[in-house]
């Protein structure tokens, strides 16, 4: 089965600098890549998300890069602010159905005003 | 935000006792998911319904029960087999012809006592 692994598991960083989280997956097969955030005792909720014929995404601030080739992709914030701090999950997925959602195992991002 | 409703936010359990967290959507979604949520983890697939009268075990059903009765309704049950019951659990609904987004529900924290 598929396997994601998510790294750093915790990332500070200081209010206007850029964040970068990164995830490795195992299944070459997969061709979505969503990225969720959750803040503390919420739901997580979709923020960016990719498919595996663009190479990357922008939506303001934040973009999501895919290499297929070495099987990783990254989410990138830039202009941090506070309310950017919460939990990052990404996700992988073969079909884009949530059946088949393996999903890391998160960032806490904090950003230091 | 989602239509997603999932209760009890927060529940109590003794030990051997049955215990039955709600989720209902009126997005009109067929498929419906259950996750649970533990410290420095990433979500786990407990069970999943992609159609009324029907679902299937996720990756750790072991100890949980559902039913799908009504398309609107998902009920997780986490019976007194379930060892370590303690977690955040997620209820998510799946749309279709919007690139299959999960939507996920509130959360329900199960504390054993």
């Known amino acids: 089965g598929e396997n994601v692994e998510q790294h750093p598991s915790t990332l500070s960083v200081q209010e206007g600098d850029s964040a970068v989280i990164k995830c490795t997956y195992s299944?070459?097969?997969?061709?979505?890549f969503p990225w969720y955030k959750q803040e503390l005792g919420k739901r997580p909720q979709l923020i960016i998300d990719i498919r595996s014929n663009v190479g990357e995404k922008k939506d303001q601030r934040i973009a999501v890069t895919l290499n297929k080739t070495a099987k990783h992709f990254s989410l990138h914030i830039t202009e941090t602010q506070p309310e950017d701090s919460a939990v990052y999950f990404c996700?992988?997925?073969?079909?884009?159905?949530?059946?088949?959602?393996?999903f890391g195992s998160g960032t806490q991002l904090t950003v230091l005003p | 935000d989602g239509g997603i409703t999932q209760s009890p936010k927060y529940l109590f359990r003794k030990e051997g006792q049955n215990v039955t967290l709600s989720c209902e959507q009126n997005l009109n979604h067929d498929a419906m998911y259950w996750y649970r949520q533990d410290p420095g983890q990433g979500l786990r697939l407990i069970y999943y319904?992609?159609?009324?009268?029907?679902?299937q075990k996720g990756d750790i059903a072991e100890g949980y029960s559902v039913s799908r009765e009504k398309k609107e309704s998902f009920p997780l049950t986490v019976t007194s087999a379930q060892k370590n019951p303690t977690a955040f659990y997620l209820c998510a609904s799946e749309g279709r012809g919007d690139g299959n987004t999960i939507y996920f529900g509130e959360g329900s924290w199960l504390t054993v006592v």
């Open positions: 299944d070459s097969a997969s061709n979505y």
């Open positions: 319904s992609q159609i009324v009268n029907d679902f």
């Open positions: 996700a992988a997925s073969r079909s884009g159905s949530a059946r088949q959602l393996t």
